[in-house]
């Protein structure tokens, strides 16, 4: 049975709303473009007329949601698109077990939604801001044993393309686009719908406790086997890890009281860990002392709930990333490798290392293509000095078979990339296919994708 809904309000106008030059920068604060126009269209048809005008204009066109890659994918100085109003439900199919969304549509729309039909989408990364294109285009993940990134949950593609035709790619209609445009960098086109893979909503059970480094390092595969999502965030110059696996559960629900979840999610995950960071950017000198105290402020707890309140928390400290994909069994030794990094060096870092999990996939693009993997991910407050500790976890994540995640920040080139990805090539004559003139080019995917 497929539900369709009706189009919303904005969907109806008969044009895109445009607007002057003006300053776009993303969510960190460390990007900022200046496009000469702006425009936020209702339908792919408008998004097709704006391309179309652009690449006459000799315009270069991006389309950007809410600013949470790290990186300039989406910088444009040239035509920017905006999607806030191709959001929104486009339809339900119970049979198929498919939901259809419009590209602007957020995570938190999309998840609340999903709720309210008693559907879910089987795993998702930890934060709701993102845009569905955007987060998909960027190959955003969380983690799982068995479930992969949201890439790997899409089901169809709408798409506009360079000479402005819409295309309709799912597996059985322009496969070849739809195997690149999952995870395709916006280097494609400009997504204007996304159908995804969902499931009858579920329960998860969540447990988060801390746990010694080593015991986590050292039982870090069993853990991985035995937990359908776990992940660890690590505090660095101490030997604290907490810990989270989440299980699917019969019930019944059981989520954190009110004020238990305000005093951990907000007091202690983002007011005091804040005014931590904020006093370590101050004075380095006391992020060592600091981190022990952070690695013990969070204490054990245990909730069941639906699977985005469990997924998802509010991250409203502001930071730099990098994160890097690696071969699962090179994970250990090269966390291993950057604790000794930090400790023989004079770097003071306030943020927790960050490791998941996903399984292998078959996306050209995909981090995880071709191979089981763990990610690594590296942070820094931001404002404070971050080159350092970046270039020498970069170094570590190479050697070890690294890739970088493509919306995080890294130094990697086309040259690198291509060695690192065996479908590489296949994704780049694609490009040259759909995009000859670079049209959805930019500084960031000359430097990650070549010329």
């Known amino acids: 049975m497929t539900e369709t809904t ?4 904005s969907a109806r106008a008969s044009s895109p709303r445009a607007a002057g030059p003006a300053r776009w920068r993303n969510w960190a604060g460390n990007v900022t473009a200046h ?3 702006t425009v936020a269209p209702a339908s792919a048809a ?3 007329e704006a391309v179309v005008r652009a690449a006459a204009d000799g315009l ?4 950007a949601g809410t600013g949470h890659s790290f990186t300039a994918a989406a910088a444009t100085d040239g035509l920017l698109i905006r999607p806030e109003r191709l959001g929104g439900l486009r339809a339900i199919d119970r049979a198929a077990g498919t939901v259809t969304v419009g590209a602007g549509t957020t995570l938190r729309h999309l998840n609340t939604t999903l709720s309210a039909h008693g559907l879910s989408l089987a795993n998702m990364g930890d934060i709701m801001e993102q845009t569905v294109s955007g987060a998909v285009s960027t190959g955003t993940h969380g983690t799982g044993r068995d479930s992969a990134s949201l890439s790997a949950q899409v089901r169809a593609l709408e798409l506009v393309t360079a000479d402005g035709s819409v295309l309709t790619c799912s597996a059985d209609e322009n496969p070849e686009v739809f195997a690149g445009a999952r995870l395709g960098l916006g280097a494609l086109g400009v997504i204007t719908a996304v159908t995804f893979a969902v499931e009858p909503e579920f329960l998860l059970r969540a447990r ?10 050292g039982e870090f595969e069993q853990l991985v086997a035995e937990n359908e999502h776990f992940e660890f965030y690590w505090f660095p110059h101490t030997g604290n890890c907490v810990t989270k696996r989440n299980n699917r559960s019969s ?7 009110r004020v238990a979840a305000w005093v951990e999610d907000e007091l202690l995950s983002n007011g005091l860990f804040g005014a931590l960071c904020a006093v370590g950017r101050a004075v380095p000198a006391a992020v060592p002392g600091m981190a022990q105290l952070a690695g013990r402020a969070l204490s054990a707890r245990t909730y069941t709930d639906v699977p985005y309140r469990v997924f998802t928390s509010p991250r409203r400290v502001r930071f730099l990333e990098m994160e890097y994909a690696l071969p699962r069994e090179a994970a250990m030794p090269a966390l291993r490798a950057l604790r000794a990094a930090i400790e023989r060096s004079r770097l003071r870092v306030a943020f927790p290392v ?6 292998a996939d078959d996306i050209p693009l995909s981090t995880a293509h071709a191979r089981d993997t763990a990610y690594l991910a590296v942070h820094m407050y931001r404002g404070a000095p971050y080159r350092a500790y970046f270039r020498a976890a970069e170094q570590i994540m190479t050697a070890h078979g690294g890739r970088p995640h493509w919306g995080k920040l890294h130094s990697r080139d086309a040259g690198h990339l291509a060695a690192a990805y065996p479908r590489f090539a296949a994704f780049t004559a694609l490009r040259d296919r759909l995009d000859p003139q670079r049209v959805f080019g930019n500084d960031y995917l000359r430097r990650v994708l070549g010329d």
């Open 60 to 63: 270069r066109v991006k389309a």
């Open 208 to 217: 988060e406790e801390p746990m010694p480094l080593d015991r986590v390092t």
């Open 6 to 9: 009706g189009t919303t309000t």
């Open 35 to 37: 496009p000469v126009r």
């Open 46 to 48: 408008e998004v097709a």
């Open 251 to 257: 019930g019944p629900a059981n989520p954190p009281g």
């Open 354 to 359: 960050e490791v998941r999990t996903a399984p």
